[in-house]
């Protein structure tokens, strides 16, 4: 996926990405609201369509497309699992771009900025764009590939019924998944890695791991960089037996 121009090394903002993830982690919970909540007046939802191409950034175009091939690709790939009889498949129901803090909530709470989050209250997922794009201009196409999988995870885990004792069993379970949907989607076929999508990966991971000071047991955490690649990996190559799920 993607060209090769479009890869950078890690720049300046790489404080950023680990920054954020970690600070707020994945949402999940909350009861009572169906919808995404949006003050007035309504947005549109995408970003303002620009093209940046200095120093051979990617436009936001571009950046859109992948969101939405990605989105569309987990989709796709976790309707097939959910074959079996008795079972049945219901996406998730919204992807929700947003740019402010407090311009989308999850059941009545207002979600940070600098974030990407699952939200289980109105089974949406919802995500900053303009730290996406950062992230994506930083990292490469693959890093959105495995947030967005990463995100999905979640949906489908509270399809599923799991429970946890702690947060960081679901985090890492996440990224198994979410490696288990790449490394799966590579393999059938439905998915075509090119020549660093991988290296894109290990450093996504390692951007948004925890810092190593953080308490495993603690409410967010989700697991330092090692912890979260041998996950994601362990997903990526042996698929969803090796995550846990049952
Ligand atoms: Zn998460």
Known sequence: MGDRARRRGRGPIAGLVVAALVAAGCMAGG???????????????????????????????????DIQDAVRLAEQYWAQQFRAPG?????????????????????????????????????FIAYDVNWSVAAFRQIGDAFLFYLLGHEYAHGMQVRLGGRYDFTIQQELQADCMAGAY???????????????????????????????????????????????????FRGYEKSLGACGLR
């Not at 498949?89 to 709470?109: D, H, K, L």
């Open 87 to 123: 079972q049945r498949f219901t996406p998730i129901r919204r992807v929700v771009p947003y740019s402010r803090e407090g311009e989308v909530a999850c059941a009545g709470q207002g979600l940070p900025r600098n974030n990407a989050v699952y939200c289980s209250a109105g089974d």
């Open 31 to 65: 009861v009572d609201q169906g919808e995404p909540q949006r003050p007035a007046p309504p947005r549109s939802g995408q970003p303002e369509s620009q093209t940046t191409r200095a120093d051979g950034t990617t436009s936001v175009a571009e950046f859109q497309r």
């Open 182 to 232: 790449l490394g799966d989607s590579v393999r059938s076929g439905a998915l075509e890695l090119e020549d660093g999508d991988l290296e894109e990966f290990r450093e996504g991971l390692l951007a948004v791991g925890d810092d190593p000071d953080q308490p495993w047991f603690a409410e967010g955490s989700h697991g330092t960089a090692e912890q979260r690649s041998d996950s994601f």
